[in-house]
């Protein structure tokens, strides 16, 4: 029967059957850590993005709130407002507020819908919304923010939900020449205005603003819930995508979810997407939404691989250089040499002293 046999094999083969293997595991374990490093190296650079992306985000979000209640400070210092809070003909004194606002607005933006003022009275029933005709509806069981500047007298910015999803805001309270609670103004930014100082033109990094679907179909109006979360999955309405790569299938995955659910800030990584969770809180600090910034790094780990690949091919390449050339050195320095020299005393064995 024919079979391998390691002592029958040459001196060179023998050799070469140790150490070939031993070279090949090296390369390999190399070329493993190497892919890993490229793949590391992605994420932790995707990592290291969102992170500064969710910093910025807070940032912007502070500052949206400060420039909002610094409107809302200036609208609360008319001096028309007294006699308009006081006029006991409510209808008519909603119509010479609106007209006097809208004048106000109408020197300030070109889109006057854009520039959203909000008038309360106490407690906390609506005055004027300047973007919409609806007033006189009473917002005590979910503007908290309201109560809470009716209860100190004192401004307040903070985050909160309301029928329109969840705003930055800044609340303003108004007074009379004798220092006589009238009521109090707010302006605010939604989520997406803040995103949009986030947005660069190549658009790498995707938002979704999201809110819990109990939350938002208790409080939000239907009109407004289908224009700012027109997606419902898992038990939450998503935003719009802020670009068109995004696809809200890779977003509701269950580690996503669970991150939601559990409300914290995380960093996930889901296939070829990375997910940023940042919770958005109000000013008693319960989480009223959530904004999720994706990287899909699809791109960069098919470059990756292409480097690996490159790599691979090259240690390849040189593996076999260094295979012939040690093949080569194990004939010239160690097989020949031991060959000659068990020929040599085979040959002084049989009684032959020359070759």
């Not at 892919?35 to 969102?50: E, G």
Request: charged share 20%; with cysteine; net charge positive.
């Amino acid at each position: 029967m024919y079979g391998f046999s390691y002592s029958k094999l040459s001196i060179r083969n023998k050799i070469l059957i140790i150490f070939v293997p031993l070279f090949a595991a090296v390369f390999g374990f190399g070329l493993f850590n190497f892919y890993n490093s490229l793949i590391s190296n992605v994420d932790f650079t995707t990592k290291s993005n969102l992170i500064r992306q969710m910093q910025t985000f807070e940032n912007i979000q502070a500052m949206l709130m400060e420039n909002a209640l610094k409107t809302s400070q200036v609208f609360s210092t008319f001096p028309y407002l007294e006699s308009v809070y006081k006029n006991p003909n409510s209808d008519f004194a909603y119509k010479q507020l609106k007209d006097s606002v809208n004048k106000v607005i109408a020197k300030i933006t070109n889109d006057p819908k854009s520039f959203q003022i909000h008038y309360h009275k106490p407690p906390a029933t609506s005055f004027l919304r300047s973007w919409t005709k609806k007033h006189g509806d009473n917002l005590e069981s979910f503007r908290k923010t309201i109560l809470k500047v009716y209860e100190t007298k004192l401004p307040l910015q903070a985050v909160e939900l309301g029928v329109g999803g969840f705003a930055m805001r800044g609340i303003a309270p108004i007074f009379s020449k004798s220092n006589e609670y009238l009521g109090s103004v707010e302006f605010f930014y939604t989520p997406e205005d803040a995103l949009k100082l986030l947005q660069t033109k190549d658009n790498k990094i995707g938002f979704y603003s999201t809110v819990s679907a109990s939350l938002a179909e208790k409080l939000f109006e239907p009109n407004e819930l289908q224009k700012s979360f027109p997606i419902k999955e898992q038990g939450y309405y998503f935003s719009k995508p802020s670009a068109a790569w995004m696809d809200i299938k890779k977003v509701t995955v269950p580690s996503v979810i669970e991150a939601l659910n559990a409300g914290m800030q995380e960093i996930i990584i889901e296939g070829t997407c990375t997910f940023g969770i940042l919770p958005i809180r109000d000013f008693e600090s319960n989480i009223v939404g959530s904004i999720i910034f994706v990287k899909n790094n699809a791109k960069q780990y098919k470059e990756a691989q292409n480097a690996f690949i490159k790599m691979a091919v090259i240690i390849g390449f040189v593996g076999l250089i260094l295979y012939f050339a040690f093949s080569f050195a194990v004939n010239k320095i160690v097989s020949n040499p031991l060959s000659g020299a068990v020929k040599l005393a085979k040959n002084i064995q049989r009684g032959i002293f020359t070759e």
